[in-house]
């Protein structure tokens, strides 16, 4: 998750490098009037004229590119966000669905994407009854993917059991924190973001 | 400070000596010969481990003693300095005394250039009842000079009660990301993997080989713990959980799934090609444990909605609910171990919010509850089908615990960083 993340981080910030090398490229510098008539005048208006043009461009093309980086980020953070279930459940609960239902978009709109997804528990029952069951709850969520059209195989299942807590504790909120599904996504260095 | 306190029963060991020499030529039995000894029935014989000399001599008395008291078929009896010095004084053998202190048996361990002498006496017929000598090149205080007296501390316990004692087996159990090991008298942990992420570690028959599933990446692995080299037998997607190998040693059964359930699956612990054995239609089957004749295998399946244990022959045909089947918000059943006597299973099931050890007799299917203190979970059964570990985190904290289910007394074996999935290994072999 953590590793996945950091790759999705430097692509990003990959592409801001290259907007930064392009905006040299643009601004090409401005030579220094040697004298004043009213051809070189006319000559400074019109190179004045044609940098604030520039400027303008290169500006409305910085917010393109941080909307672009801004609606990848998200596009990321909703392939990210984890769903939760019931204890020794492995059904998909309203909220999962729909959290499930926001990846499918980018997921179509970036086929060129795979999703692995890691079932957890909670550290109630047995450690080899966990590892089924996380295994049950990923398998869960593969199938609900790949009813919405998603390619199977661009979707890879494990469990982790209870060997991995989101957060320590032995109270309900605690578990239900750890009773989850997590996703990494892989295989584009930006992603798209669905155009809706 | 054990040695400290034992250093005052010397003396005694001066006297017996003293009657060992003239006695030592008179008989010599054979492994595994019983004792005729003197005492109450439906009392546990007891037994003076007499002083013994050299500088190894306390550790040697303490070892044997313990390994009396903690297979709970032979009363240790320890000499108080009181009656040491009593001893000391008598000028012949002082049986008298022996028998006064309820012993009906004395054995005397004498460190020799190359091993360990065992003089056994009866009390009551003032005979040398058996002698013998155990050799063993380990270094003093050793795992494997340990070992040597938990043999001795087996072979005795047979001798006086006709069950071979548990002294000499040790107890695999996950902590920190390895497996470990430890002696059945919770010394000599050790780490036997390196830091990942195994689990579920199960013996051979031999205890020479164990079996272990990995989480990350996901697969079953096999180590020759003589030598140290793990081998991957199967891997892949999906989850590989709880290896067991069979009582003939020839397969590994395990359970294993990826996109519709969990099934057990059977694979030679050679290697080769894996084959399915249950029918869990999308559920989770987990946690297989053979009968002791290797025809029937007892397994933890969620077939009916929640976690039940189940019987199936060893080809996977012929399924059969074993627990009583419990619709209810908390029935949870788990972690199934068939006893080496093959007359019961050990499981846990959840009672009153917690999980508690129970064993079900396979011929009435009548339950008995074994635990109550705290959360008692995977229970294991030592290979004398009457000792059983299992994990419990009464202290606050995961340990081991032994209890014995003859008397339902309960010791703790392991301390430290919480600890899981326990196996007790089979009788192990002479290092």
Known sequence: MIRRTAVLSLALLSVAALDGCRRKVVSAPTPVATSTNADSLAALRARQRADSIAAAERAAREAAAAS?????????????????????????????????????????????????????????????????????????????????????????????????????GTDESAYQQNRRAEFQAAGANTLVAPRS | MRSSSLRRFLPVALLMLSIAAPLAAQDSTSRGVRIGLTYDPGSKPGVAVLPVTGPTGDSVRAIVQRDFDFGDRVNPIVLDAMTAIEASRASAPNWPLLARLGAAAAVQITPTANGFHLAVYNVATKQTALIRDYATSAAPQSRAWRAVLHGIADDLEESFTGVRGVARTRILFERGKRIWAVDSDGEGATPVTDVGTPISPSWDPSGRTIAY??????????????????????????????????????????????????????????????????????????????????????????????????????????????????????????????S??????????QIAGNFQALTINLRDRSLRQLTSDGRNEDPSWAPDGRHLTFVSNRTGVRQLWVLDTETGRSRQLTRGAPVRVPAWSPRLPAE
């Open chain 2, 340 to 349: 080496p006597s093959g007359r019961l299973v050990a499981f846990q099931s």
């Open chain 2, 213 to 338: 599933s990995t989480i990350l990446p996901a697969g079953i692995s096999v180590l020759d713990l003589s030598t140290g080299r793990s081998r991957t037998l199967v891997s892949g997607g999906g989850v590989f959980i709880s290896p067991v190998i069979s009582p003939d040693g020839a397969n590994v059964v395990y359970a294993h799934g990826v996109d519709a359930g969990v099934d057990l699956y059977t694979i030679p612990l050679s290697g080769g090609a894996a084959r399915r054995l249950s029918v869990g239609r999308g559920s989770d089957n987990v946690s297989p444990s053979f009968s002791p004749d290797g025809r029937r295998i007892v397994f933890m399946s969620g077939r009916a909605g929640h976690p039940e244990i189940y019987t199936m022959d060893a080809d996977g045909t012929n399924v059969d609910l074993l627990t009583p089947l419990d619709i209810g918000e908390n029935a949870y059943r788990a972690s199934p171990d068939w």
């Open chain 1, 68 to 168: 672009d980086r801004r609606s990848a980020g998200e596009a990321a953070a909703i392939l990210a966000q984890k769903i939760y279930f019931d204890y020794d459940r492995d059904n998909l609960r309203d909220d999962a669905r729909a959290t499930l239902d926001a990846k499918v978009p980018i997921l179509i709109a970036n086929p060129s994407v795979t999703l692995a997804i890691t079932g957890h528990t909670d550290e109630r029952g047995t450690a080899e009854y966990n590892l089924a069951l996380g295994q049950r709850r990923a398998a869960q969520v593969k199938r609900y993917l790949t009813s919405k059209g998603i390619e199977d195989a661009r979707i890879s299942t494990q469990s982790m059991g209870d060997s991995q807590p989101a957060v320590q």
